[in-house]
């Protein structure tokens, strides 16, 4: 995909997630935005994968550790062609198969059952192990959110992936500022990240914007020549982002919106959609 059909692509991602989280009234819209060029850019461009064959055994494994950030991944499996957009309206609906937090026995794609912080990037460590004690070639992504790693869990997982070289495993960290209870800064400081990270042996590479499609493409061309180590993309994005009423604010963490926040958001997002389509 070139730039311009991965902006589309993850604009109709956005209008997935707010559809899911409004029709649930309930989720966590905000860090499903921030992620969504990164959640697009994997899913279409990056990690060797088959909609059809999700088992495959060569296929590239995705970990979202910030798992209730699960409708910004169930609005990319859709729109990969994993299963109907429609379905995304029976998001945490009862007897739905689209839990709150990502489900690996039911939801096609999902490589990881995930939700309690901190526990996923340990998951994808074991992955990442796993592939290197079987020569497999398979990669292996991991998406933490910036109050995530606030957890002590992370380090340990991060020590064990740096001791052992797993040089096929990429840890992103989605830096969006802000948690549940306001600024990470102010909560529990993680800062600084990528100090942080290159003390446990990764390879650090800082993404200024990570809601920018060719920063993103450079970050992950360079993770696939590190070799030796791990490495952490450590990503600046906008919380809420594409949503005006939404983006730098805490409240909207883990909030759905009412009937006319969502005509309002559609409504935005079908401006945007024009605007790409007369690129």
């Not at 991991?142 to 340990?156: A, F, K, P, R, S």
């Not at 993103?216 to 993309?233: H, N, R, S, V, Y």
Request: charged share 25%; net charge negative.
């Amino acid at each position: 995909m070139n730039k311009l059909e991965l902006e589309k692509t993850a604009n109709e991602i956005r209008k997935g997630i707010i559809t899911a989280v409004h029709s649930a009234k309930a989720g966590h819209p905000g860090g499903s935005l921030s992620a969504t060029e990164l959640f697009t850019y994997l899913y279409f461009e990056e990690m060797n994968i088959d909609p059809k064959n999700p088992k495959k055994q060569n296929r590239d494994r995705f970990v979202l550790s910030k798992g209730h950030t699960s409708p910004g991944l169930y609005s990319t499996l859709a729109q990969r062609g994993y299963f109907s957009i429609e379905d995304l309206k029976s998001f945490r609906h009862l007897d739905s198969y689209l839990q709150g937090h990502p489900d690996m026995k039911h939801i096609p794609g999902v490589d990881m059952s995930s939700g309690s912080l901190g526990q996923g990037i340990s998951a994808a460590v074991g992955m990442a192990l796993s592939a290197k004690l079987s020569n497999d070639s398979y990669r292996v992504y991991t998406l933490l959110g910036d109050g995530e790693i606030q957890e002590g869990q992370v380090w340990e997982a991060s020590m064990f992936a740096g001791a052992r070289k797993l040089d096929n495993l990429v840890v992103i960290v989605d830096n969006n500022g802000l948690q549940i209870d306001g600024k990470i800064e102010d909560v529990c400081s993680p800062y600084p990240i990528d100090k942080k990270f290159e003390a446990f042996n990764f390879h650090v590479i800082n993404v200024v914007d990570g809601n920018d499609f060719e920063q993103l493409k450079c970050a992950f061309d360079e993770a696939k020549q590190t070799k030796g180590m791990p490495t952490a993309i450590i990503m600046k994005t906008v919380k809420g982002k594409g949503i005006s009423y939404m983006e730098n604010q805490a409240s909207w963490h883990g909030k759905a919106p009412n009937d006319e926040e969502y005509a309002i958001a559609i409504a935005e997002l079908e401006k945007v959609g024009e605007a790409l389509c007369q690129k």
